[in-house]
Every structure is written in C-alpha cells, then in structure tokens.
Nanobody, 125 residues
Framework: QVQLVESGGGLVQAGGSLRLSCTAS????????MGWFRQAPGKEREFVAG???????NYADSVKDRFTLSRDNAKNTVYLQMNSLKPEDTAVYYCAADSQKPWVVGRNVWEYDYWGQGTQVTVSP
C-alpha cells in the first residue's frame, strides 16, 4: 500500500510563494505518474500539475508559468513550487499517484489510485 504525505501548506499573501512536498512510502515517485490536485470550498477537485515516469511535466493553464513541479527520486519526493500566488489559488492541495498509466500525466481524479491527506493553502489578498 502506497502512502503519500503532503506538507508545506500555509497562509501567504498574494504575490508570495510556497513549496509543497509530497513524500511517498515506497519507490513511487520514480515508478508512477505523480499529480497535484486542489479543491476549493464548494468546488470539484481539479488538476494542477503532473509528472510522468519519464519526467515530462504538464500544468493546468491557470498555474502555468507560476508553478513548477519537480521530483527527487532519491528522497522519493515530489515538490510543487508555487510563485506569484493569487487568492484564487486558495484550496486544499492533494498529491496523487497513478500506478496504472505512469507514461502519461492524467488530468482526471479517477486516473489516480493513491492520494495523500491534503494540505491547506490560503492566499490572502
């Protein structure tokens, strides 16, 4: 059973930065596709960014050029560097792993079979 633990969330002012981390319990990040999703109150969970097994990344249009996803295989950790944060980025951010199709970056919740517990990101105006 794969366990994912997110950290790094918090409260930041608009224009600020945060770095989220997601550490897996096994050699997951190098073997699976990894994704970051977020869910704001009253809204559906949405794709933010993902990295496939080969290392290629993909981003939602709303975060492109502001967020950067990276991976440290030795630490079994993926990171989401978030810059130029906006109030609309406020949400619970979730890390997810896709063991079924690691060669692509899925943008749908149902494509991922392991999830972390989430970390809150709040951006004040």
């Amino acid at each position: 059973q794969v366990q994912l633990v997110e950290s790094g969330g918090g409260l930041v002012q608009a224009g600020g930065s945060l770095r989220l981390s997601c550490t897996a319990s096994a050699r997951t990040v190098s073997a699976y596709a990894m994704g970051w999703f977020r869910q704001a109150p009253g809204k559906e969970r949405e794709f933010v960014a993902g990295i496939r097994r080969s290392g290629g990344t993909n981003y939602a249009d709303s975060v492109k050029d502001r967020f950067t996803l990276s991976r440290d295989n030795a630490k079994n950790t993926v990171y989401l560097q978030m810059n130029s944060l906006k109030p609309e980025d406020t949400a619970v951010y979730y890390c997810a792993a896709d063991s079924q199709k690691p060669w692509v970056v899925g943008r749908n919740v149902w494509e991922y079979d392991y999830w972390g517990q989430g970390t809150q990101v709040t951006v004040s105006p």
